[in-house]
């Protein structure tokens, strides 16, 4: 599990390889420090799309009666997301503003890894306010394909970290 988060949060698998990658000053890290920086790029552009797209949500009135975006925790769901997003683009202006002198090797590891969590977290709120607005909405139909996509979901994952943990 370690090394899927390392490879997916540092492009690393280990934090010693990326270490001794950092040591060489190489080739390697400056390929390694463009490609996630690139990815940094890459996730502020998702963020402020997503934060713009809240921002719709929010001041639309709902177009259907099969999720009510009337009620409040959908609106706190929403605003996580907003708040974990902009938190995200925050990191990663931060990741694409810094010089390799004046930050210490951990600080530099951690706010790689920021823009990505926070990204992360953010479409997690979102996910859990859309199942919160259709769970309001009070429609059979919708509360029975939800239940059974977040039990498929669920499943999925459970064998997905299973296979990797073993």
């Not at 090394?3 to 040591?23: C, D, H, M, Q």
């Not at 920021?114 to 479409?123: G, Q, S, V, Y």
């Not at 909405?137 to 996509?149: E, T, Y």
Request: with cysteine; glycine share 8%.
């Amino acid at each position: 599990m370690r090394p899927v988060a390392f490879l997916t949060l540092l492009g690393k698998n280990s934090l010693e390889s990326l270490i001794a990658t950092a040591e060489k000053d190489g080739l390697e890290w400056t390929e390694l420090k463009r490609r996630l920086t690139e990815r940094t790029a890459n996730t502020n552009v998702v963020g402020s799309l997503a934060v713009a797209a809240c921002a719709t949500f929010l001041t639309a009135t709902p177009s259907t009666n099969v999720v009510d975006w009337t009620h409040e925790f959908p609106y706190i769901c929403i605003g996580g997301s907003v708040g974990c997003v902009l938190l995200s683009i925050i990191t990663g202006l931060g990741l694409l503003s810094a010089k390799d002198s004046t930050f210490k090797r951990v600080l530099l590891l951690t706010l790689l890894m920021m823009p990505l969590t926070f990204l992360a977290t953010a479409a997690v709120c979102a996910v859990v306010g859309w199942i919160g607005a259709a769970w309001f909405g009070d429609v059979f139909g919708v509360k029975l394909a939800m239940s059974i996509g977040c039990s498929v979901f669920f499943f999925t994952l459970f064998v997905v970290i299973a296979v990797m943990i073993y």
